[in-house]
T-cell receptor
Framework: KAGVTQTPRYLIKTRGQQVTLSCSPISGHRSVSWYQQTPGQGLQFLFEYFSETQRNKGNFPGRFSGRQFSNSRSEMNVSTLELGDSALYLC????????????FGQGTRLTVV | SQELEQSPQSLIVQEGKNLTINCTSSKTLYGLYWYKQKYGEGLIFLMMLQKGGEEKSHEKITAKLDEKKQQSSLHITASQPSHAGIYLCGADGGNQAGTALIFGKGTTLSVSS
């Protein structure tokens, strides 16, 4: 069974630009969650999508958004990039929402210059 | 809001030695996850504990969730260089809206041969 796939693995963007990251969950999994990992703040929850609906949202500005498609693949978008958005972005795939194992992808390393 | 504190922050052990990592929550744990991460990479799912008193093992790693469900420990027996990495505990705070894990800051394990 293929694992969680995130693309691209690495990305360099300029301040003010926008970026879209993609996550393909494990086949059959309907929940996709996104996390931001930085050395200072650690791992922080961004949002969760289940059956194309946002179920939960962390404490991030509206520049961070996401969506989920009917095949459960998910994208997250960050607009008007700031230097502080440089981080490892991880997505996690779960069969259901809440209380089930969550499997993470390899992450997308975003660098904003 | 719920917080997870991991101890120790880092440790260095000699190959073959046993070690324990602790994760203490400020609130009752409804689901406790243990992950391992190599620097800059994705999280590898180790195990999930849900019931007070529950104990699970995988190869030489054993995790327990205490009866009061506010602390978990991860024990590695006869450590090997392959065990080196960052160990993270994550908690599902019982948010009925879905999956939104919060994480501890991690414990960095080095194994010297």
């Amino acid at each position: 069974k293929a694992g969680v796939t995130q693309t691209p693995r690495y990305l360099i963007k300029t301040r003010g630009q926008q970026v879209t990251l993609s996550c393909s969950p494990i086949s059959g999994h309907r929940s996709v969650s996104w996390y931001q990992q930085t050395p200072g703040q650690g791992l922080q929850f961004l949002f969760e999508y289940f059956s194309e609906t946002q179920r939960n949202k962390g404490n991030f500005p509206g520049r961070f958004s996401g969506r989920q498609f009917s095949n459960s693949r998910s994208e997250m978008n960050v607009s008007t990039l700031e230097l502080g958005d440089s981080a490892l972005y991880l997505c996690a795939s779960s069969p259901l929402t809440g209380g089930t194992e969550a499997f993470f992808g390899q992450g997308t390393r975003l660098t904003v210059v | 809001s719920q917080e997870l504190e991991q101890s120790p922050q880092s440790l260095i052990v000699q190959e073959g030695k046993n070690l324990t990592i602790n994760c203490t929550s400020s609130k009752t744990l409804y689901g406790l996850y243990w992950y391992k991460q190599k620097y800059g990479e994705g999280l590898i799912f180790l195990m999930m504990l849900q019931k007070g008193g529950e104990e699970k093992s995988h190869e030489k790693i054993t995790a327990k969730l205490d009866e009061k469900k506010q602390q978990s420990s991860l024990h590695i027996t006869a450590s090997q260089p392959s065990h080196a990495g960052i160990y993270l505990c994550g908690a599902d705070g019982g948010n009925q809206a879905g999956t939104a894990l919060i994480f501890g800051k991690g414990t960095t394990l080095s194994v010297s041969s």
